[in-house]
């Protein structure tokens, strides 16, 4: 178990923006498509396609992560690309897979 030294202090400031970030985390949907970009930029149909995660449900979810700030698009002709756009995200996914994903 981690100890905590008497001289570190704790700025519980910041609990609001990881409550949020975690609730936003907390959707399974939400939670797949986050893993499928942490990988690298996939297009819409790529993201439908290996998440199963059908119309317009998928749709509502992408929104969902833009307004929090976790994704971000780019158009490219009729495509259009998203991409996890907050470092803390991408570490935050990057380690859950280490921890939940990788054979043991």
């Known amino acids: 178990m981690h100890q905590t030294h008497p001289n570190t202090s704790i700025d ?3 609990a609001p923006v990881v409550t949020s970030a975690l ?3 907390s959707n399974p949907d939400r939670l797949k498509i986050l893993c499928v970009l942490s990988q690298a930029e996939q297009h819409v149909q790529q993201i439908e396609l ?3 995660i059908q119309q317009p449900t998928l749709s509502q ?3 969902v992560l833009r307004k929090a700030g976790m994704v971000e698009t780019r158009r490219e002709g009729k495509q259009i690309y998203y991409q996890i756009c ?3 995200v991408l570490q935050l996914m990057q380690t ?3 921890l939940y994903c ?3």
């Open 23 to 25: 609730k936003v985390l």
């Open 102 to 104: 990788l054979d043991e």
């Open 86 to 88: 907050d470092h803390k």
């Open 96 to 98: 859950l897979y280490g």
């Open 50 to 52: 290996l998440t199963d």
């Open 12 to 14: 519980f400031a910041k």
């Open 61 to 63: 979810q992408l929104t």
